[in-house]
Nanobody
Framework: QVQFVESGGGSVQPGGSLRLSCVVS????????IGWSRQAPGKEREGVSC????????YYADSVKGRFTISRDNAKNTVYLQMNNLKPEDTAAYYC?????????????????WGKGTQVTVSS
């Protein structure tokens, strides 16, 4: 049974940091590109970042470039998203994603494994 367990979300003040984690079970991440997507209330889901199978290609949405870093630990079957200098507009539910070895928004369009999300709230 495929399962994504996301954690690390919470409430933080602007300028703060959070590290999201996603432990995957039911399949190995070695052969999948991975990523994070988010959805704010009343807005469409947005692909935030993704990382290729061989970790040699990354994608970041313009809104998070320079602030977020995606990584993985295949030995732990875990995906991470380090989020620094958080802004109120980063407030959203964040979803862990796994899928084919595509880059950018194409990855999110064709991804076939999605977590249930963890909430991030940035406010003063």
């Amino acid at each position: 049974q495929v399962q994504f367990v996301e954690s690390g979300g919470g409430s933080v003040q602007p300028g703060g940091s959070l590290r999201l984690s996603c432990v995957v079970s039911g399949f190995t991440l070695d052969y999948y590109a991975i990523g994070w997507s988010r959805q704010a209330p009343g807005k469409e889901r947005e692909g935030v970042s993704c990382l290729s199978v061989s970790d040699d290609t990354t994608y970041y949405a313009d809104s998070v470039k320079g602030r977020f870093t995606i990584s993985r630990d295949n030995a732990k079957n875990t995906v991470y998203l380090q989020m620094n200098n958080l802004k109120p507009e980063d407030t959203a539910a964040y979803y862990c994603v796994a899928g084919p070895n595509l880059v950018g928004q194409n990855f999110f369009h064709f991804a076939d494994h999605w977590g249930k999300g963890t909430q991030v709230t940035v406010s003063s």
